[in-house]
Nanobody, 121 residues
Framework: QVQLVESGGGLVQAGGSLRLSCAAS????????MGWYRRAPGKQRELAAT???????NYANSVKGRFTISRDNAKKTMYLQMNSLKPEDTAVYYC???????????????WGQGTLVTVSS
C-alpha cells in the first residue's frame, strides 16, 4: 500500500524551529514534484513550499527565508526545516506528491494525513 506519512510536528515557542518529514512507503520507484501545504484554523489550505524531483524549489512569500524544503530521493523522504516560527505558522501541515510511479501504475495527487504544528507566542 502506497502512502505518505508526515512526522515532526509539535508545540514550539515563537522564534523556535521544527523539522517536518514526509516519508513515502510502498512499492514506489519514482516520485515527481512534492510539496508542503498547510491549513490554519478557519482558513483554506495553502501552499508552503514545493520541490521538483531535481531539487528546484518554490516558496510562499509568507515562509520565504525562514523555511527550507529538501528531499532525499534515495530515502523517498521530503523535509521542511522551519526556523523563526511565528504564531501565524500554526497549522496542520500536509505533504503532497503529484505523481508516484508504483508497480501498479502511476498514482496522482497523493496526500499524507497531516501533522499539527502549534507555535505559541
Amino acid at each position: 500500500q502506497v502512502q505518505l506519512v508526515e512526522s515532526g510536528g509539535g508545540l514550539v515557542q515563537a522564534g523556535g524551529s521544527l523539522r517536518l518529514s514526509c516519508a513515502a512507503s510502498g512499492s514506489i520507484f519514482s516520485i515527481n514534484a512534492m510539496g508542503w501545504y498547510r491549513r490554519a484554523p478557519g482558513k483554506q489550505r495553502e501552499l508552503a513550499a514545493t520541490i521538483t524531483s531535481s531539487g528546484s524549489t518554490n516558496y510562499a512569500n509568507s515562509v520565504k527565508g525562514r523555511f527550507t524544503i529538501s528531499r532525499d530521493n534515495a530515502k523517498k523522504t521530503m523535509y521542511l526545516q522551519m526556523n523563526s516560527l511565528k504564531p501565524e505558522d500554526t497549522a496542520v501541515y500536509y505533504c503532497n506528491a503529484d505523481r508516484l510511479g508504483t508497480n501498479r501504475g502511476p498514482q496522482y495527487d497523493r496526500w499524507g494525513q497531516g501533522t499539527l504544528v502549534t507555535v505559541s507566542s
